[in-house]
Structure formats: C-alpha cells, structure tokens
C-alpha cells in the first residue's frame, strides 16, 4: 500500500517561468514522510515529544533524485510514499510526485534512526516498520 499527501505549487516554489525549483521536490518529500509519521504514529507521542523524550530522531542519510518532467506553478500533486526496505536502523522509502497519473520525479530517500546525545545509530521500534509498511 501506500500513503498519498497533496501538494499545492505556490509561486514560491518557482522560478521566474513558473517551474518548480528542483530543491523543492526534497521539501514535498519531506513533508510528505512527516505526515506518514504522522499517521502512524497516531497513538503514540508526536514527532518533538519522541525526539525530547527518548532522543531518538530520524535523519535522511541519501536521496537520489530523479526527475521526469517539470511540475508548474499551481499544480494539485500528490506525493506517494512507500516503504521499500526496512532494516534495524534504516528505512528507505520511494516517494513518487505525481501531477494525475504523470509522474514528474523519483525519490529513493534512505532514513536513519539516530541518537541525537550520542550521535550514533539507533534502532528503530518494531512498531514503527511495522506501521509504516502497512500503508
């Protein structure tokens, strides 16, 4: 399965021509993968309590980009996350921008769980791989 959050492109994400700024495809992944966050962990503490509380944060350890076709200023797209692999201390996920059925960009964005007093790697709760692949 997969999860699906909307993008409206506001001018601010382009250029004079009125083509989204290839950066801002990173943005629109990344707020994408927060609401995932989000729903998953619905029953569980939010994003900056998990942080505060068990020091744990999760952090973008690569992304390849590839990109297909321009998106352009007030665009309705849709982000489409799955997860594609899950390991004991990294996640990636393929997150696909659609505008319809046209896909304008590919995102394989590796994610790592990691211990913001200690700086290393830290595994992730089963319940969060768990959750996330059920989308």
Not at 16 to 41: P, Q
Not at 59 to 71: G, L
Not at 116 to 129: G, H, N, S, Y
Request: net charge negative; aromatic share 10%.
């Amino acid at each position: 399965m997969a999860f699906e959050f909307p993008v409206r492109v506001y001018y601010s994400d382009t250029d004079a021509g009125g083509i989204v700024y290839h950066a801002k495809y990173l943005d629109f992944a990344e707020h994408a993968r927060t609401e995932l966050l989000r729903l998953v962990s619905a029953d569980r503490p939010g994003q900056a309590e998990l942080m505060e509380r068990t020091r744990i944060a999760f952090v973008v350890k690569s992304i390849e980009v590839v990109y297909h076709a321009p998106a352009l200023l007030d665009d309705l797209l849709t982000v489409v996350t799955t997860l594609e692999q899950s390991k004991r201390f990294s996640m990636v996920f393929l997150q696909r921008v659609m505008r319809g059925t046209q896909e304008l960009a590919t995102l394989h964005v590796k994610v790592a769980s990691l211990n913001l007093d200690t700086k290393r790697p830290e595994p992730f709760e089963p319940w969060f791989a768990q959750a996330a692949s059920l989308l």
